[in-house]
């Protein structure tokens, strides 16, 4: 059975810094992309970027880049994103997909359960 | 900011069928599949529809999707309490080199 676990909530000032993880099981981690979403308060789903654990190629969506890292350690099937400096703004929900993809088309099959991220002072 | 745009909200009688729309250009929608997501209140997103037609294991037919030209279609048919979520299209958008959501919306029973 796949599976993604995120870590859990977070609650953070603005200035600090954060990782939040990703587990997948029950498939080939290394042969699919993984993806993360952000869900702020009451809105819409954005997409962030993408990584491929068998390589690390990592793609960011014009807003994210620069704002957060994207990363994987595939030794323990896990992917990462990460902030230097929370805002207020960073306050949101963010899932992490599995990004099946055949013959060059992809989408997202598998969601992790979403971890709340809130930023406050 | 989205560039898929879908209606707010649309809203039918349980047992009757509702469409939700989905427009983009020929970056995204135009020249890539199109999927779509189901969010139920305080839940992750599910994977509805693929590749702009098809439908994942465990998803029944009352789901469907359709694309032509820039704008793609989800189409709910006997409409259940049960179905009452957001819904969302989604596709590549290849001048963005990014993957792109639209706009979201929520389907109500009446």
């Known amino acids: 059975e796949v599976q993604l676990v995120q870590s859990g909530a977070e609650v953070k000032k603005p200035g600090e810094s954060l990782k939040i993880s990703c587990k997948g099981s029950?498939?080939?981690?290394?042969?699919?992309?993984i993806g993360w979403v952000r869900q702020m308060p009451g809105k819409g789903l954005e997409w962030m970027g993408i990584i491929y654990p068998g390589d690390s190629d990592t793609r960011y969506s014009p807003s994210s880049q620069g704002q957060v890292t994207i990363s994987v350690d595939k030794s323990i099937s896990t992917a990462y994103l990460q902030w230097s400096s929370l805002k207020a703004s960073d306050t949101a929900m963010y899932y992490c997909?599995?990004?099946?993809?055949?013959?060059?088309?992809?989408?997202?099959?598998?969601w992790g359960q979403g971890t709340l991220v809130t930023v406050s002072s | 900011q989205s560039v898929l745009t879908q209606p707010p909200s649309v809203s039918a009688a349980p047992g009757q069928k509702v469409t939700i729309s989905c427009s983009g250009s020929s970056s995204n929608i135009g020249n890539n599949y199109v999927s779509w997501y189901q969010q139920l209140p305080g839940t992750a997103p599910k994977l509805l529809i693929y590749e702009n037609n098809k439908r994942p294991s465990g998803i029944p037919d009352r789901f469907s999707g359709s694309k032509s030209g820039t704008s793609a279609t989800l189409g709910i048919t006997g409409l259940q309490t049960g179905d009452e979520a957001d819904y969302y299209c989604g596709t590549w958008d290849s001048s963005l080199s990014a993957g792109v959501f639209g706009t979201g919306t929520k389907v109500t029973d009446l």
């Open positions: 029950g498939y080939s981690f290394t042969t699919h992309w």
């Open positions: 997909a599995r990004r099946h993809c055949t013959n060059g088309v992809c989408h997202k099959d598998y």
